[in-house]
């Protein structure tokens, strides 16, 4: 395959070691303007003010403080609230409470500070398990065999009504509306933050679904753009659109379908957000489709939607090694076209994905990196990018750690750039840093849209980036956790070695995982395919071997049953074959037998 020459940088480190890349990192950082003393300084202030104040402890870091996903009850927790949205009938949902909570420890505690919900929900967990328990071990000369009975009966529609309801009230944490309308005027009432909303809901499966996710997107463009106002497009609320939502074939190997049927609706809804001014958000997807989504990205350069207007924008995650040169790769397409684009950084919302797809590919390596504070170390480093790349993109900084905001805070002090959270999320450190060093304009927040049903991958990305142990909102919740603790420049964490298994060593030392193809990484498929045609010669023939000679015959064509192309020939065994395979096989026999064990088992092996 011939790699086009303005994406040769990016694709060279799909595949480099994580421990170069990081020393690359490190070397980049060592003479920043926003020096880790400043940065740490400047953080600690933030974090400080930001816990004097009293942060706004959401009802998810309040559960999940409770029952921490370190824990055997924390991880049932995000089990359970994500199983009970798509559990359809009373009698299955029951039975999953009951797998789920029996025989648990779940902490009822005395917390005076906490709100109603969550000390019911631990109440009414700790009665659920005990119940269950009984029921268990239960007989009829059980003395509480009544007391059973009877909390039965109610428990577990209670236990059911509480959890649904306690996921409703996640889902208010969370999403900002269940329809645009309701969205955009509750957005409004927050007269210091505007809004990029985000329409609920993961990829397209069909035609059907990517109709329906275009038609939402148009209806939000529109509904947006009625309050919004000339001139600059981010003094207006913006739109998030996801590709994987608007085809349902949204992948590198589908090159032609994504250009002829992806990339002509992705620029209508482009032209129609420019009409309105508001600006426009091409959201984060999985590595393997980072392809793709430059592709569709710079359809939109090309078609001028850019030209004169700054609300054209991507995201990039932090994560992904190639975010740096995925940057550069904006910057100059930017350039060379005279515009200023948008972009949106962030740390990354797929890695339990991403890890998890690696391992069962059978892949060598990561799309992403393993250790949290490399990504924070990237982060850093694109950051740097961007404050070089002024000139053509207008930079938008999405996070809830106290020290990121910190280093972006020292590193732009005096330039143009805007500040991003999740809604629900990071309230308190982003009012500390208005405080303390206002940024020239609000901060924007991420606003999901749609139902309670649409939200549950949503939630459940939400609670695993809230309830790990490594996370800084999880860490400044806590309040065993001080200021200093939190107070850490990424770049005085040292990095050690993964401990996560590739999927290629993921059952060592038992055995070797068989080693699979990344479809999505550029030049793998292509080579692949190049091999499978260079097998499909029709002069190959099979024969059977017996006694390691091959037999002669009449060779017949072996046809693919998809296509009927001849893939090559073979001999097939006939009867006097068979005598010989057979005749060969028991006069070695006896000196196999003989040679022992160890000598089978070497031979076989």
Request: hydrophobic share 45%.
């Amino acid at each position: 395959m011939t790699i086009a020459p303005d994406r040769a940088a990016l694709r060279a480190l799909a595949r480099r070691p994580e421990t170069e890349i990081v020393s690359d990192l490190r070397r980049a950082l060592a003479d920043s303007p926003a020096t880790v003393e400043a940065t740490t300084r400047r953080g600690l202030a933030l974090i400080r003010k930001a816990k004097a104040e009293g942060e706004r402890e959401t009802l998810v870091a309040q559960l999940m403080n409770r029952y921490r996903l370190s824990t055997e009850e924390g991880v049932v927790l995000m089990c359970l609230a994500e199983a009970l949205l798509r559990v359809p009938d009373s009698a299955t949902a029951n039975a999953l409470i009951r797998d789920k909570i029996a025989g648990r420890r779940w902490k009822e505690g005395e917390d005076e500070d906490s709100p109603l919900i969550v000390a019911l929900s631990a109440r009414g967990l700790s009665l659920g398990s005990a119940t269950l328990m009984l029921d268990a071990l239960g007989s009829k000369a059980n003395p509480l065999t009544l007391l059973k009975a009877m909390v039965r009966r109610s428990g577990e529609p209670v236990i059911r009504q509480a959890a649904l309801a306690a996921m409703k009230l996640l889902g208010q944490q969370f999403v900002m509306g269940q329809t645009i309308d309701a969205a955009v005027k509750r957005a409004d009432k927050a007269k210091t933050e505007l809004a990029s909303f985000d329409m609920l809901g993961e990829a397209a499966r069909t035609a059907e679904d990517a109709r329906r996710y275009y038609d939402s997107y148009a209806a939000a463009i529109a509904r947006i753009g009625r309050d919004a106002r000339p001139g600059d497009p981010f003094a207006n609320h913006g739109i998030s659109i996801k590709l994987s939502a608007l085809h349902p074939r949204y992948e590198y190997l589908q090159g032609d379908r994504v250009r002829d049927e992806l990339i002509p609706n992705v620029v209508e809804l482009a032209r129609a957000a420019r009409a309105v001014n508001i600006p426009l958000m091409i959201d984060a997807e999985e590595s393997d489709r980072l392809e793709p989504h430059m592709d569709v990205y710079a359809a939109l350069i090309d078609a001028g939607l850019a030209d004169d207007w700054a609300g054209l924008g991507i995201v990039i995650q932090a994560y992904q090694p190639r975010a740096p040169e995925v940057i550069r790769w904006v910057a100059a397409k930017a350039r060379a076209r005279g515009v200023k684009l948008s972009m949106r950084l962030v740390k990354g919302a797929y890695w339990d994905t991403e890890i998890k797809r690696a391992q069962t590919l059978g892949l060598d390596d990561f799309p992403v990196f393993t250790a949290k504070n490399h990504t924070d170390l990237n982060y850093m480093v694109c950051a740097q990018i961007l404050r070089e790349c002024q000139d053509c993109l207008f930079p938008a900084f999405a996070s809830h750690n106290a020290m990121t905001l910190a280093f972006v805070a020292e590193l732009f002090d005096g330039a143009d750039y805007e500040l991003q959270r999740l809604h629900g999320m990071g309230e308190g450190a982003h009012d500390a840093i208005l405080a303390l060093s206002p940024p020239p304009r609000p901060v924007r927040v991420y606003a999901p849209v749609g139902t309670h049903r649409d939200l549950l991958a949503y939630l459940v990305r939400r609670l695993l980036e809230n309830g790990a142990n490594s996370s800084f909102v999880h860490q400044f919740s806590d309040p065993e956790v001080t200021a200093e603790d939190l107070a850490v420049d990424p770049r005085s964490i040292a990095s050690v070695p993964t401990t996560i298994p590739s999927g290629l060593h993921l059952f060592d030392p038992a055995r070797r995982n068989s080693r699979g193809y990344d479809l999505g990484d550029p030049g793998v498929p292509e080579a692949l395919m190049a091999a499978i045609a260079g097998a499909r010669r029709g002069d190959v023939v099979a024969a059977p071997i017996v006694g390691g000679a091959a037999r002669d015959g009449r060779p017949e064509p072996v046809r693919n049953p998809a296509t009927g192309a001849t893939v090559g020939q073979v001999i097939e065994a006939d009867a006097a074959a068979v005598d010989a395979a057979v005749a060969t096989a028991r006069a070695a026999q006896r000196d196999w037998s003989l040679a022992g064990g160890a000598f089978r088992a070497e031979r076989l092996e």
